[in-house]
């Protein structure tokens, strides 16, 4: 017989040779939100690959994009967003805004687009509230299947918008749209990401922090002009809170490849304790 004093050193030994059991790693999501000015630089300069090796730099999954140019002969009638979809190797959804006369003349389609890494399921335009302003924007909304590292996968909403630049009433109302079309989704993890045309303490951000948390927005995150930036009017913004930990929010050192700089989130995934 076997002496079972001589079996549990054995034993013990076993159980301390075992590797090490590893916390799953966290679902994390990297989003950019880009005004590329119709891919115009500092310079003057339209470049559409250098707007493409900005957002590559990144690497992100989902991009919100404003101040696209679909064949228009200004911009040498490419579709900038297919064109950049095909840089980045993504998927593409855009979104036209209807705008005044001399914008969108030039034999082709100008707004708002989304570059995605996972398949867009389905997609809306709202245009957004216009009174007085400069041109009528458009919020561009999609929803993908975000699939987590558990193998599940969750439904994520996500906004491009570009609010007016020249009428603060505008601003306000397209605001409190946005704010209404975040509510009509529930609890879905939804972000909204854009150039608002607003800086920190105006009435249309404190209209939009009813329902969105800004990422990053205590910071110091100047965005524009973007070879000397003085003003933050680009934003990530989400909900619900407890949805979501920003690990990261910041400003692209992107000075030359138009007249934003683009703004980078890292989020993570908060899964509810109640499910």
């Known amino acids: 017989m076997i002496s079972t004093k001589r079996l549990l050193p054995l034993f013990a030994v076993t159980l301390l040779?075992?590797?090490?059991?590893?916390?799953?790693?966290?679902?994390?999501?990297?989003?950019?939100?880009?005004?590329i000015q119709i891919g115009i630089g500092m310079d003057?300069?339209?470049?559409?690959?250098?707007?493409?090796?900005?957002?590559?730099?990144?690497?992100?999954d989902i991009v919100a994009l404003q101040e696209v140019d679909r064949k228009a002969r200004r911009s040498g009638g490419f579709d900038q967003a297919i064109e950049l979809a095909k840089a980045t190797g993504m998927?593409?959804?855009?979104?036209?805004?209807?705008?005044?006369?001399?914008?969108?003349e030039d034999g082709g389609d100008y707004?708002?687009?989304?570059?995605?890494?996972?398949?867009?399921?389905?997609?809306?335009?709202?245009?957004l509230p216009f009174t007085r302003g400069f041109e009528l924007r458009t919020a561009l909304e999609?929803?993908?299947?975000?699939?987590?590292?558990?193998?599940?996968?969750?439904?994520?909403?996500?906004?491009?918008?570009?609010?007016?630049?020249?009428?603060?009433?505008d601003r306000i109302a397209s605001a409190q749209l946005v704010n209404r079309l975040a509510v009509a989704g529930g609890d879905i993890p939804t972000?909204?990401?854009?150039?608002?045309?607003?800086?920190p303490g105006s009435r249309p951000l404190e209209i939009l922090k009813e329902e969105w948390t800004f990422a990053g927005a205590e910071k110091a995150m100047l965005t524009?002009?973007?070879?000397?930036?003085?003003?933050?009017?680009?934003?990530?913004?989400?909900?619900?809170?407890?949805?979501?930990?920003?690990?990261?929010?910041?400003?692209?050192?992107?000075?030359?490849?138009?007249?934003h700089r683009p703004v980078k989130a890292v989020l993570e995934y908060i899964p509810s304790q109640t499910h």
Do not use: C
């Open 17 to 35: 040779g075992l590797p090490p059991v590893r916390a799953q790693q966290p679902d994390r999501l990297t989003v950019l939100t880009y005004n």
């Open 224 to 259: 524009f002009p973007a070879n000397a930036p003085r003003f933050l009017i680009d934003y990530v913004l989400l909900r619900p809170a407890q949805t979501w930990k920003v690990i990261e929010a910041s400003v692209v050192e992107a000075p030359d490849a138009s007249d």
């Open 111 to 127: 707004g708002v687009a989304i570059l995605s890494r996972f398949p867009i399921r389905r997609s809306l335009n709202h245009r």
């Open 191 to 199: 972000i909204l990401a854009g150039d608002l045309n607003a800086q």
């Open 142 to 169: 999609v929803e993908f299947d975000w699939p987590l590292k558990s193998g599940k996968r969750i439904p994520v909403r996500f906004f491009s918008t570009h609010f007016d630049n020249g009428s603060e009433p």
């Open 44 to 60: 003057k300069k339209t470049d559409l690959e250098r707007t493409a090796a900005v957002i590559k730099s990144v690497n992100p």
């Open 91 to 104: 998927q593409m959804v855009f979104g036209k805004a209807s705008v005044r006369e001399g914008i969108d």
